[in-house]
């Protein structure tokens, strides 16, 4: 239908010139132009060569655009949101959706640490270089898109082996005024609200929202309150140059239920043995943004960001088989600990994009500059109160008390040298400068005697190297690229849990490369497609060595922290969405039946790491080396497969998904058997299934619901050492949400 109307369109400009020459024979002939017709898209979407003065060409990515997808939103439930990805792993240990855990290939999702997470191009961790957690991430109901950007991103967007994950928060262009509401209740006690404005008058574009959301929870003692506001404000002093301004600030407090051992999981998922565990994090970000288009050829933008936030805990901390009981010499509980950070970082990012030809095809050089300083101080073992509430006051303050400081200094040069109008290749250059130092104590000893913290700074410059390929066939493209990458040695590699343990001085940032090779694409408006291999090594692993204090056996041992191995992750990710109506040309009859698939097969292995074990008490101590050469990586599973069907006819759609995910280990050892405290042991592979649906009424109105976990599986993604565990974490059992909304 769209290629006949396309001809159609241009019988009737031709039909026109026609009788134009007819009256009037002098006329000139007129040239029309070609018309390429462009399929249209299916989520999800890939970036296209340049965007935002980023060269994309060559990269594996993904875009997915919320609104185009049925989820449930209002929890942020990530296990629906990135089903469309192929080697994604979600983290699930509680369901309040304030912290996405994400991980990619078999890396941590731990709090997405193996990503460069962002709001709008500009930073959003705690520490990018120190202690890179995600501990915010906006409310999915603001978010307009999702950007994910694999491994090979390392040149443009800073060191990492994940690659980078962007939130893109919705705007309103269009309009002078708008309005928007989303209202939710659902299990468990969940009640949640959206609400936003935005416009644009003249050249002053504006955009602001307030979210809040509560629940008591699915599991005893996780109830939960969280608070999300933005506002942006933009001026466009011409149509090439504009300055805005956005700020973001996230309050909440959620009680942690704390982990269980197995046969408390396989008893009853949903208890919980904590009801004194509480944890919160308040979060301010804020960003200062010029773009401006200085010619033709050349544009520039240049972020001024910033973040101030905090990582508040207090809880009885012990592991799952200790209960929380009171002590009946003191007839009272015992006293909680008390664990606080808070984090400062500033950074300048400036990215410019120049548009050159050589011969007629145009060529493309993306290049800029990052400048960034962030100070973490981390107060750790305080002695709280006896009480259950969110209680952060301690009796004498913090025995560990340290003050981290890092510094960096960054410079990026990529060039697209299209060869032809098809092929083209990107080499790629990315030097960092970081320099980090600690200073404070790291314990008190009989009450008084402080033991200082070795004050340590690591200076380290960086080049990293890539090159990227991209063939055009059609509106399908092949896609290669490799890309070294590497993680700072973070603060926790630096600060052991005991003070006996020592740190090696040359202690080296973890290395290696990215690569991928694939084919996708869109084929006649109903096939959308990604197929690809992958190849990451992950070298310089930080560990333990087991030595001899003083090389004396009588003296007993410490734990020496160093460089001790390297992985390898490969693997096979695809992803196919078929239009089954579009394919049988009946979609207008019957509307869009979406069947969507994606599969990964990873491959996830220690190629070297050695470890040390002690044995037997001074004088008679045995130190045993061994290696886990060929053991899986923890918390990789060996395949993560996602299926789903929609439909959309008109105002209605509904999506119903099925996920599989593959057993995991949840140590180095690849302990299989379950260890009594529940921290470690091997967990069992699960499959779940969602369901949500929309329907719109009155143009304005939507009416939005859905199920997760429809049969109610009884499954666990992870197991912790440390909070919010220690313990194994239950994931969600059956929970639904209805939800009504409106925009004006």
């Known amino acids: ?230 506002v942006f404000l933009e001026y466009a002093f011409t149509s090439k140059t504009k300055l805005s301004a956005e700020y973001t600030n996230m309050d909440y407090k959620m009680q942690q239920a704390g982990g269980l051992t197995d046969e408390q999981f396989n008893s009853n998922p949903r208890q919980s043995l904590r009801n004194r565990n509480w944890f919160g994090t308040p979060w301010n970000v804020f960003s200062l943004n010029f773009d401006t288009k200085i010619n033709n050829k050349l544009s520039s933008s240049t972020k001024l960001f910033g973040l101030i936030g905090e990582r508040n805990s207090v809880g009885f901390t012990a592991t799952p088989n200790n209960p929380d009981a009171i002590n009946p010499i003191t007839n009272d509980f015992e006293n909680r600990r008390v664990d606080r950070d808070s984090y400062k970082n500033f950074g300048l990012e400036n990215r410019n994009l120049f548009q050159y030809n050589i011969g007629k095809i145009e060529n493309n050089l993306a290049f800029g500059f990052r400048l960034y300083k962030a100070n973490t101080i981390r107060q750790q073992q305080g002695t709280g109160t006896t009480g259950s509430d969110f209680d952060l006051s301690t009796e004498n303050g913090f025995p560990r008390d340290l003050d981290f400081h ?73 896609y290669a690229n490799i890309t070294q990458a590497y993680r700072p040695v973070l603060f926790s590699d630096i600060t052991p849990p005991a003070v006996t343990d020592q740190i090696d001085p040359n202690l080296k940032d973890a290395s290696g490369f990215n690569a991928d090779l694939g084919y996708r694409g869109i084929f006649k408006n109903y096939l959308n497609f990604d197929f690809s291999l992958f190849y990451l090594s992950y070298n310089n692993r930080i560990g333990g060595v087991r030595q001899f204090i003083n090389n004396d056996p009588t003296q007993g041992t410490y734990l020496y922290r160093t460089n001790l191995g390297e992985t390898i992750n490969k693997g096979i990710e695809g992803f196919v969405n078929l239009s089954v109506t579009k394919f049988l040309e009946i979609d207008e009859k019957m509307g869009n039946i979406d069947l969507f698939a994606t599969i990964s097969f990873i491959d996830s292995r220690y190629t070297d790491f050695k470890t040390y074990t002690a044995t037997g008490t001074a004088p008679n101590v045995i130190i045993t080396e061994s290696n ?88 666990a993604t992870r197991r912790a050492g440390g909070y919010p565990g220690p313990g194994i974490l239950p994931g969600e059992g059956r929970t639904f949400f209805l939800s009504i909304g409106a925009k004006f």
């Open 628 to 715: 886990l050469k060929g053991n899986r990586v923890e918390n990789a599973p060996r395949y993560i497969h996602n299926f789903g069907l929609g439909w959309n006819n008109n105002n209605f759609s509904a999506t119903l998904q099925y996920k599989m995910s593959g057993k995991i280990f949840t140590d180095a050892n690849n302990t299989v058997t379950p260890s009594a405290n529940g921290v470690t042991g091997l967990l069992d592979k699960y499959h779940v299934l969602d369901l949500s649906a929309e329907y719109r009424f009155l143009k304005n109105y939507n009416l939005k619901g859905g199920i997760n976990n429809l049969t109610d599986e009884m499954y």
């Open 406 to 478: 890092t510094e960096n200094v960054a410079l990026f040069v990529e060039n697209q040298f299209k060869l032809t109008e098809k092929f083209s290749i990107t080499p790629g250059l990315r030097y960092e400068y970081i320099k980090s130092n600690g200073s404070g104590r790291f314990g008190v000893s009989s009450g008084n005697d402080i033991i200082p913290f070795e004050e340590k700074e690591i200076s380290r410059s960086k080049p990293l190297f890539g090159l990227g390929m991209e063939y055009k066939l059609g509106t399908t493209n092949i």
């Open 1 to 230: 239908m769209k290629y006949f109307t396309a001809v159609m369109l241009v019988c009737c400009v031709l039909s026109s010139n026609l009788k134009a020459q007819e009256i009037e024979s002098n006329d000139s002939i007129v040239k029309l132009n070609s018309v390429t017709i462009t399929p249209i898209q299916q989520s999800p979407e890939r970036m296209p060569e340049t965007k935002g003065n980023v060269i994309f060409s060559g990269k594996k990515n993904e875009v997915i655009k919320l609104n185009a997808i049925n989820a449930n939103l209002t929890t942020n439930n990530a296990r629906e949101v990135f089903s469309r990805i192929p080697g994604v792993t979600i983290w699930e240990n509680e369901g309040s959706g304030i912290q996405i855990n994400v991980g990619v290939r078999g890396l941590s999702p731990n709090r997405s640490w193996e990503l460069n997470t962002r709001q709008n191009g500009y930073d959003i961790s705690s520490d990018v270089f120190g202690y890179p957690e995600a501990y915010y991430n906006p409310p999915l109901e603001a978010v307009e898109s999702l950007e994910l950007i694999r491994g090979g991103a390392s040149l443009q967007f800073g060191p990492q082996f994940g690659g980078m994950l962007n939130y893109v928060l919705k705007r309103e262009t269009k309009k002078k005024f708008s309005f928007e509401t989303q209202n939710t209740a659902g299990s468990y006690n969940l009640m949640s609200s959206y609400n936003a404005i935005g416009g644009k008058v003249g050249k002053l574009s504006y955009y602001a929202y307030n979210h809040s959301r509560s629940a008591d929870g699915w599991r005893e003692n996780s109830e939960y309150k969280v608070r999300n506001s933005h």
